[in-house]
């Protein structure tokens, strides 16, 4: 078996070096793990939205029977014209108030983008309270409002010049800091008087 197979070596091992390293198998294989996966995703997601639309077509459907249904039961006289009167009024009310929660959302989506795209739809139940810290908190300034942090004041112990001393006073020279460094005391560890 080993003599028709072209990677083996005489001695019946197997040769490395043409078809491919651990290395280079493990990278395809770690490419192809990444292909099924985005695939995968692909899928769920297709399969979602199929899911969805379907949902909402039997849900059209089912409207438009109702539909038919009523207008057969008023061509037929079965009711009387004051009922299907009261039954559009019903149905242009709904839509109405469809309407207004999208206008409502939209205004919200507006104001509070940040919750908006956290809760989506669902904000609708907070008060514009509650949205207005979620928003401050999701956007990373809560608490700390529209105005720039204020300064705190200078230290009272320190000089108004800085280290050098008072505002008339000189910069120190070379000698100068030689000077100060050789009447300082040295530490007991390192030879000097503790």
């Known amino acids: 078996m080993a003599e028709n197979d072209d990677t083996s070596t005489q001695d019946g091992t197997q040769d490395q070096t043409d078809s491919g390293t651990p290395d280079s198998a493990g990278a395809a294989s770690q490419s192809g793990t990444n292909e099924v996966s985005v695939l995968r995703s692909r899928y769920a997601g297709q399969t979602a939205k199929v899911n969805e639309l379907t949902s909402e077509k039997t849900a059209l459907e089912q409207q438009l029977q109702t539909l038919q249904s009523q207008l057969s039961d008023l061509q037929s006289g079965k009711v009387s014209a004051e009922d299907a009167a009261k039954a559009l009024v019903d149905a242009k009310d709904q839509v109405i108030a469809k309407l207004e929660a999208g206008i409502k959302l939209a205004d919200l989506k507006g104001r509070f983008p940040e919750v908006y795209a956290e809760l989506g739809e669902d904000m609708q139940g907070l008060s514009e309270a509650k949205l207005a810290a979620m928003e401050a908190r999701l956007q990373g300034n809560a608490g700390e409002g529209d105005d720039a942090p204020t300064p705190r004041g200078n230290n009272a112990a320190r000089k108004e010049g800085g280290a050098a001393g008072g ?23 390192w030879g000097g008087e503790g």
């Open 167 to 189: 505002e008339g006073s000189k910069p120190k020279t070379a000698e100068d800091v030689l000077a100060e460094m050789r009447s300082m005391a040295l530490p007991p560890e």
